[in-house]
């Protein structure tokens, strides 16, 4: 279904103010008119606004302009004092803007009436334009806002969806040529029957997205049981649909300061999922996994539109994505995003050494102190050519309790330095292994990792890990030599944050 607009009617579509309304119908009926409106007689008198439904039923017109003001003061006051937004009806908008979709509000409410709903239960933001009573000559049904709305929004009747309770919404949105479907998602509702058979009739707001194949995109709450619980089930399905194994690199995204995630979920069920950092000034880092039975239905391409609009705003201009070697999907993915391949990256365990050889005794390694922290930029920037105001920003962004830096020293000269970001009881991350230019090719990276390693294994860490970046396989030799296993190849595929998914 190409799909790019949901045009609603507000009251017993959007929120459940019909309630709140009768009662201020009534209530002014009764002191300035003297007598008493059933709901049905209400509803039999829908049509025009507030203003309208008084000035036109009242038998004494001298009452009607104070009456007014006492149906909005007892309307606005009810909303402060018992009135709750629907969960599943933000959720619903919230899926629906995440995905791009124009909205808009087509309601008989006047314009003064429709923002203190609006304004109260903070829905507002949500749409593009809103229709009200005061600004057409004719009311639901006669399809006069319906048209209206899609003029300003540049949508064809064929693209768009209209959603209403009553049977004038339906009447009106078959009037403007457009799938109409009837609610009964809310406690209150006007219409059991129609004069014509809407689309559908949808008692809940589920049936809606999966109508549409809605994605609801949230951003990861670091402390949610639940949510990481749902990232190591789609991190299970994905691995063994596509029988690699593959990683959420969950444990830097349930720390407060950790990386980014987003999740896309249908329903109840987690079907994507897209973490990002920004490794510098200059690009993010991509990361996701869509669930087997949902891909090629736009759930990553979704994902990418979202992160796009979070890391705007910190002047990055380049995405890089990381996708499994093995993966086809992802691969194409990538490519069909604008990306061009940049590395390759080979995940490493610690497998044991094939015959057990004395360590170096002419190098050391010791914790970093306060004053070795300008080396520690020089190396590494000259190691891994980025600038040493990047470099200075990113060690002073990642000193952490569980990430120790080790110097690797001969006799007096610093010649490198290696990290471990100590992850959990069981498992060690080594990181940012980098030797001087001036010192490299005379083996002692080897020594330095083999080093590294035995410091761990005295702790003991039962699961060593470590990533090497680089384009030529024949590079790995200095890490097999030292006791590690590939065990999955990831390739970068870099492109700009403006390229169109």
């Known amino acids: 279904m190409s799909i790019q607009a949901v045009l609603f009617d507000f009251d017993g579509t959007l929120a459940d103010t019909l309630p709140l309304s009768f009662r201020a119908f009534q209530a002014v009926f009764k002191q300035y008119d ?24 009242f038998t004494d017109p001298a009452s009607v302009p104070q009456a007014i003001e006492d149906y909005y003061s007892i309307y606005k006051q009810g909303h ?18 995440a995905q791009r979709m124009k909205l808009g509000v087509i309601t008989g409410k006047s314009r003064r009436a429709y923002q203190i709903s609006a304004g ?31 003029r300003t929004l540049g949508i064809e009747p064929s693209q768009a969806i209209f959603v209403g309770d009553s049977n004038a919404d339906i009447l009106a949105g078959k009037a403007a040529g457009m799938q109409t479907y009837a609610v009964r998602w809310l406690p209150t509702f006007q219409s059991q029957a129609y004069d014509l058979a809407p689309d559908g009739i949808l008692e809940n707001v589920a049936e809606f997205q999966r109508l549409l194949q809605l994605n609801n995109i949230i951003p990861m709450t670091y402390h949610s049981k639940q949510q990481a619980a749902d990232i190591k089930a789609l991190e299970q399905q994905c691995s063994q649909a596509d029988s690699i194994q593959l990683s959420s690199d969950l444990e830097h995204l349930v720390k407060e300061d950790g990386d980014h995630a987003l999740l896309c979920y249908r329903e109840d069920q987690l079907i994507g ?30 994902l990418v539109k979202r992160a796009r609009a979070d890391i705007e705003p910190l002047g990055v201009h380049l995405l890089s994505y990381k996708i499994p070697a093995s993966s086809q999907t992802g691969l194409l993915a990538a490519q069909a995003l604008g990306g061009d ?37 020089s190396c590494s920037s000259q190691a891994f050519g980025e ?82 970046v680089t384009g030529n396989v024949r590079a790995l030799n200095l890490y097999l030599r030292a006791g590690f296993k590939i065990h999955s190849e990831y390739k970068y595929y870099s492109g700009s944050l403006y390229l169109e998914p």
Not at 80 to 97: R, S, W, Y
Not at 130 to 145: F, L, N, R
Not at 279 to 298: E, F, L
Not at 347 to 359: D, F, T, V
């Open 80 to 97: 402060f004092e018992e009135f709750q937004n629907n969960e599943h009806i933000l959720g619903l908008l919230q899926a629906l803007k």
């Open 387 to 468: 600038s040493e105001d990047d470099t200075r920003k990113y060690f002073t962004q990642t000193d952490e309790p569980e990430r120790i830096t080790y110097i690797a020293w001969t006799g007096s000269e610093r010649i490198g330095l290696i990290r471990v970001n100590y992850i959990n009881e069981d498992t060690a991350f080594i990181h940012n292994f980098c030797i001087l230019p001036s010192h490299q090719g005379k083996g002692v990276g080897e020594k330095v990792l083999r080093q590294a390693v035995g410091i761990l294994l005295q702790k003991p860490y039962p699961v060593i890990r470590l990533s090497v």
């Open 273 to 302: 999922l897209l973490s990002w950092f920004a490794a510098d000034s200059d690009y993010a880092q991509i990361n996701a996994m869509v669930h087997p039975d949902y891909r090629r239905q736009g759930v990553f391409r979704s």
């Open 34 to 57: 003297q007598r008493e409106v059933t709901r049905d007689e209400l509803v039999a008198m829908f049509g025009p606004t507030e203003e309208g439904i008084i000035g036109g039923n």
């Open 341 to 377: 391949f940049d590395r390759s990256e080979y995940a490493m365990s610690y497998a044991g050494m094939n015959s057990a050889s004395p360590l170096p005794s002419e190098l050391i390694l010791l914790p970093a102190a306060p004053e070795d922290f300008e080396f520690m930029v």
């Open 120 to 150: 109260a239960l903070d829905l507002e933001h949500f749409f593009d334009l809103s229709i009200t009573g005061d600004d057409v000559a004719k009311p639901k049904p006669d399809p006069e806002g319906i048209h209206s709305a899609l």
